[in-house]
């Protein structure tokens, strides 16, 4: 049976007012101009890094992903070790994991894509930095001539439930199902107990962007090289998941058994005691929730 064609927007319908060009060229606004952000204290957090101690490390299997732990104050790095390969990261509060990452206020804070300096913040009603990315090896990419750029919080994270409604499929080795498993594994719970807690993703070294015709999510091969790395400072304590992408470095499939894909490393570092001055973790938001009444 065939299948009528996708219908895209018809932006030259002749429908269009007489003041059609006036209104498309009206100037944008920023929607959270970002200037009254608290200021990552980078001096202080690359003192400290600099006297850290390794503590541990996990390596999380190509098609698969796993857990690690980050008291606050610590920093992890996530590291490139033998091949190109993207990554789909989930953060939570160790001690709640309600407060997990919020890659849609992030995104309304930082932009589509963040590089160091910038922070992935948390669920409502918390609304705090949990992660400050100190370093990335990839922040000279920028973004390029398609308005492609690298570690998005834009794309949600590749899943079998829109496998199944696109092609009908079962692929159970997709970022979601990885990091359910690793979260059900690592907490001792049942899949359906974990699925719940599974959030939207830093892509990190994924690069994507918007196509400018049809506004669609696009991917494309990752500049990420075996060496390159994101580096973190913990402000909460974090439980991380990590899933190495079974699209290997997104050049060609989202999810694929015939990608190549490879490990990613992550490594977990602790400071000298005293190298972080007066640092304290962050408060919750200190909204007083009355919502008008």
């Known amino acids: 049976m065939n299948k009528p064609a996708p219908q895209t927007a018809n932006y030259n319908s002749a429908d269009a007012p007489a003041d059609a060009s006036a209104r498309r060229a009206v100037p944008p606004v920023i929607c959270y101009p970002n200037d009254s952000l608290p200021v990552a204290d980078l001096e202080t957090y690359r003192k400290a890094r600099g006297t850290a101690v390794k503590t541990g490390e996990v390596l999380v299997p190509a098609r698969d992903a796993a857990c690690f732990e980050v008291p606050a104050g610590h920093f992890f790095r996530i590291s490139s070790v033998e091949g190109p390969q993207v990554g789909d990261l989930n953060l939570w509060n160790k001690n ?29 009603p918390y609304l705090r930095p949990m992660a400050t990315i100190i370093h990335d090896t990839l922040g000279w990419y920028g973004i390029d001539d398609f308005g ?33 498993r690793a979260l059900a594994d690592h907490l001792g719970v049942s899949l359906a107990e974990a699925e719940p807690h599974v959030h939207d993703v830093l892509n990190v070294f994924m690069c994507t962007g918007f196509t400018r015709d049809t506004g669609q999510y696009f991917m494309k091969a990752s500049p990420v090289r075996p060496g390159d790395y994101l580096e973190f400072f913990a402000e909460i304590d974090l439980l991380g998941a990590l899933s190495a992408c079974p699209g290997g470095d997104c050049s060609s499939e989202h999810s694929s058994d015939t990608a190549s894909c490879h490990p990613l490393l992550v490594e977990m570092f602790a400071p000298e005691a005293g190298t972080l001055k007066d640092w304290i973790s962050p408060p919750v938001n200190q909204y007083d929730g009355s919502h008008g009444r």
Not at 172 to 179: E, F, I, K, V
């Open 148 to 180: 492609g750029s690298v570690h998005d919080v834009i794309g949600t994270r590749c899943d079998p439930y829109t496998g199944n409604l696109l092609a009908g499929n079962q692929y159970h080795y997709c970022c979601h199902s990885n990091l359910t």
């Open 96 to 124: 709640d994991l309600a407060e997990r990452f919020y890659s849609g206020k992030s995104r309304a804070l930082h932009g589509t894509h963040i590089t160091t300096g910038e922070r992935m913040w948390t669920s409502f």
